[in-house]
């Protein structure tokens, strides 16, 4: 008799083993879908050939007309309008050593590069002519190491994201004149591992921090606030753009996915395609309707999201 309760308790822990171990699944599977995102649309955009190359798209940006600006690694700048037609397109000034890495549109009209590897600012005119190129390497105020992500503050100025001689954010004159930076290299509050991408919303300044798989947030003076980290965590995130509804969509290189966080940084969830995936994405942009661009750099595409489902 003992026996048999014996083995009658081992059958009951084991069914109640079992049945919290579907329970368990069940629920994160369940999860999974629900942060699952989803557009009504997935299209691709391709890059135009560079002689016998097929260039990869690097950075993006929409500007004011919902045009789609673009750097690819041979060098140029792509700009497609809002029916994604390839309408303009130009050379940097030079490019035999590295290609440019970040991009924005001032309210002028006027296109900003961060011309990476030659540690300078490279300002164009709407068609495509040089405006202005200033910067030098160095590590003092004004002057520039790695220069990645840049974004237009509401007051004309612009931030840019260093690496290489140092982790930082610098603030400048569209003439290059010097304001301030802050920032350096660690992996305490407000210190970056190769910051990536800027954004500025609300008078904040918004910094993708790489290698540190956060994004930070300090006021617009540079004096930190806070850093938004989440569960599950990011992986090397590149870059960054808002909605209009004040959401973050953040592309993760490492993890080969655009995320989706609240405005108070809560997250909401991923897109990650099973079949057709992203390889290694550089940049992201969102234009006035919420359509979102992602510079699909391993495949060598733009893949373009339509209204989320």
């Known amino acids: 008799m003992g ?63 919902d045009n789609l600006i673009v750097l690819d690694d041979a060098g140029r700048i792509l700009v497609f309008d809002k029916q994604n037609k390839l309408i303009r397109q130009w050379w940097m000034p030079d490019y035999a050593i590295g290609r440019p890495e970040g991009v924005c549109e001032l309210r002028d009209g006027r296109v900003v590069v961060t011309d990476t590897h030659y540690s300078r600012v490279v300002i164009f005119t709407p068609d495509g002519k040089v405006d202005k190129i200033f910067g030098k390497k160095g590590k003092s105020g004004g002057e520039i190491g790695n220069p990645v992500g840049v974004t237009e503050a509401s007051d004309g100025t612009i931030y840019i994201c260093e690496y290489g001689l140092q982790d930082r954010v610098q603030q400048l004159t569209t003439d290059g004149e010097f304001i301030r930076t802050f920032g350096c290299s660690g992996v305490g509050p407000g210190e970056f591992q190769r910051p990536s991408g800027v954004v500025v919303r609300n008078n904040k300044i918004y910094v993708v921090d790489a290698v540190n798989n956060r994004i930070q947030e300090f006021s617009k003076q540079g004096k930190f606030i806070k850093s938004i980290t989440v569960e599950p965590e990011l992986y090397l995130p590149y870059d960054m753009k808002f909605d209009k509804d004040g959401n973050f969509f953040i592309i993760e290189y490492g993890n080969n996915c655009v995320t989706k966080l609240a405005p108070d940084g809560a997250f909401i969830g991923r897109f990650k395609p099973k079949e057709d995936g992203l390889k290694t994405p550089w940049g992201i942009a969102v234009d006035s309707k919420g359509v979102i661009y992602v510079a699909d750099t391993g495949n060598r595409r733009i893949v373009r999201l339509g209204e989320e489902k």
């Open 3 to 65: 026996k048999i309760k014996l083995h009658l308790n081992t059958i009951l822990k084991c069914i109640v083993l079992f049945s919290a171990i579907i329970a368990y699944f069940g629920c994160t599977q369940d999860e999974s879908r629900r942060s699952e995102l989803t557009f009504s649309s997935i299209k691709t955009i391709h890059i135009p050939p560079a002689g016998n190359k097929i260039p990869a798209p690097r950075s993006l940006t929409v500007g004011k007309n």
